[in-house]
């Protein structure tokens, strides 16, 4: 990725800021086990200014600060250490390779975070994400106080970061998208092959596999998170991941699954039956959830409420489960009242981008946000039919939910997965085919 879109956004930052500083530390390396660290993926935030990949780091912005405004603390270059675990940029790389005006040891960091907060107004950080941090944040500012004699000032007030940051990371420019639209891209691909892949007989890990070797081979270090492959009453289970339960003709498989690509996320849902051929019963529920899911995609648009998508899926479910006799009563009311939640329980969508669940506020001051060019959000209906008094058998443990990445434009909207098929006879199509062959 470029550098210079690094620096438009701390530039960008600093200017929201005004005189204060920022300190932002990346994610600590977490152990797994005995000497087994989990893989090492940075902070979002943190990335998001800095494309700085390696653990024990912190970026400090200080504007107007003559030496240079972004300062990065880094490990040093160790020869021994990095034949050990690999390369590192070093104090030299982290200005030569990703833009630093300065860099200094991390290790010095405790001697060096007060002198730069000294005749700082505010600083700016993340308290509460980095326990350890919090208590270096508290006892620079305290140390800072304790020079109040000598003439230093010291910063009267701490200020969440992220309530700036998290609306600049809400609104995507052009090189995040194009990032996402590899990452939906990749993900679309492993979805293919899921279903190419997926017949009677075989395990939900096995197809999870496949999925996953998928997103690797398209140059995706890991999933975006843990992919969901839930067969038969499994699909019930809106975060199932136990993906060990074999998979029994004529049943439906329901995978949740996406890929992560340069810290961005996709995040794709599709709904297929086992054996290739949807039976009655799930056609007719599944083409119930598709006709939710177009009409909530077609509420996605410029200056539209949040909310508008949500309320054109719930509709359409209404509507379909009135239709196929799993509810009664008047529409408007059993809208109102919530009656289809025992089928329909959560929201049509989430924001997305470098987390899967991503940062934004959904409401400014308790009214529900006007979508806005540049925004990705998911749109996923679904079914979840488990047995229960008075529903026909015939529905019973049917799980369906459908979601593809909706990009907002200036003109209305992107569908950055519709490459994963979803119609009816393009999936049957498709198993066929591969079965035959």
Not at 129 to 135: I, Q, T, V
Not at 254 to 262: F, P, S
């Amino acid at each position: 990725m470029d550098p210079l879109n690094f620096q438009r956004r701390r530039q960008e930052l600093m200017h929201l800021m005004g005189e204060g500083i920022a300190i932002l530390p990346t994610a600590p390396h977490q152990s797994r086990n005995g000497d087994v660290l989990f893989q090492y993926r940075p902070d979002s935030d943190f990335y998001y200014l800095t494309h700085f990949p390696e653990p024990e780091s912190t970026m400090v912005l200080a504007p107007g600060r003559p030496e240079g405004e972004y300062i990065l603390f880094c490990r040093e270059k160790d020869q021994l250490k990095e034949i050990w675990d690999g390369r590192r940029a070093g104090i030299e790389g982290a200005v030569n390779s990703y833009g630093a005006d300065q860099a200094f040891p991390i290790d010095e960091i405790e001697t060096i975070l007060p002198k730069l907060m000294e005749n700082r107004d505010k600083v700016y950080t993340i308290m509460g994400r980095y326990p350890e941090f919090d208590s270096e944040i508290i006892h620079a500012v305290t140390q800072v106080r304790n020079k109040q004699r000598s003439g230093a000032t010291a910063p009267g007030e701490i200020v969440d970061l992220g309530h700036v940051l998290h609306e600049m990371r809400l609104i995507k420019k052009k090189d995040e998208i194009k990032l996402m639209r590899q990452a939906a891209s990749i993900s679309a691909a492993a979805h293919i092959r899921a279903m190419e892949q997926t017949r009677p007989g075989r395990y939900e890990y096995q197809v999870q596999a496949e999925l996953e070797c998928e997103f690797r081979l398209g140059g995706s270090e890991w999933p975006a998170y843990p992919s969901i492959v839930a067969g038969g009453e499994n699909a019930c289970i809106l975060h199932y991941t136990e993906n060990n339960c074999v998979l029994n003709d004529g049943d439906l498989l329901l995978i949740d699954a996406g890929a992560e690509y340069d810290c961005y996320a996709a995040d794709i849902t599709r709904t297929f039956p086992v054996n290739g051929q949807f039976s009655g019963p799930q056609k007719a529920l599944y083409e119930v959830v598709l006709a939710s899911q177009k009409a909530a995609i077609d509420a996605v648009a410029p200056d539209r409420p949040l909310i508008d998508y949500h309320d054109a899926a719930v509709g359409v479910l209404t509507d379909g489960l009135i239709d196929l006799g799993l509810l009664s009563g008047e529409r408007n009311e059993l809208i109102e009242t919530h009656a289809y939640q025992p089928f329909y329980m959560h929201r049509t969508g989430h924001w997305l981008g470098m987390d899967v669940h991503d940062v934004g506020d959904y409401k400014i001051e308790d009214e529900w946000r006007l979508l806005e060019p540049g925004m990705v959000l998911t749109v996923e209906p679904g079914l979840y039919i488990s047995p229960r008094e008075g529903v026909d058998s015939k529905w019973h443990n049917i799980g369906i939910r459908i979601e593809d990445d909706v990009l907002v434009t200036r003109t209305g909207n992107e569908n950055l997965t519709d490459k994963a098929p979803k119609e009816v006879a393009d999936i049957e199509h498709l198993m066929r085919h591969e079965k035959a062959a």
